[in-house]
């Protein structure tokens, strides 16, 4: 079992920046591929990036160039710094997790979501 708690969100303006964390309990949390997701009011929920056990790493192209996803093992914490950030980013932000396979990605446990809202 893992429980991932996400922190960090909140208001900010357009062009701002705000750095979400994602804290996973257990102890094989290096061989997880972590990923955070997000779901606007009225929309599906979308994958925003995701990173495997060897730190690569894979974006939405609405976020590429302004997100950025790292992990830190020690830690058991996957980060999503979020750059320029636009009012299309307002979403609630959830933190994932799960055994990669290849190409296939069963996210099996997931965050209770922290809110980003992005002002104009």
């Known amino acids: 079992q893992v429980q991932l708690v996400e922190s960090g969100g909140g208001l900010v303006q357009a062009g701002g920046s705000l750095r979400l964390s994602c804290a996973a309990s257990?102890?094989?949390?290096?061989?997880?591929?972590m990923g955070w997701f997000r779901q606007a009011p009225g929309k599906q929920r979308e994958l925003v990036a995701y990173?495997?056990?060897?730190?690569?790493?894979n974006y939405a192209d609405s976020v590429k160039g302004r997100f950025t996803i790292s992990r830190e093992n020690t830690k058991n914490t996957v980060y999503l710094q979020m750059n320029s950030l636009k009012p299309e980013d307002t979403a609630v932000y959830y933190c994932?997790?799960?055994?990669?396979?290849?190409?296939?990605?069963?996210?099996?446990?997931w965050g209770q979501g922290t809110q980003v809202t992005v002002s104009s």
């Open positions: 257990g102890r094989t949390f290096s061989t997880y591929t």
């Open positions: 990173i495997i056990s060897g730190g690569g790493t």
């Open positions: 994932a997790a799960g055994q990669r396979s290849g190409d296939y990605i069963p996210w099996d446990y």
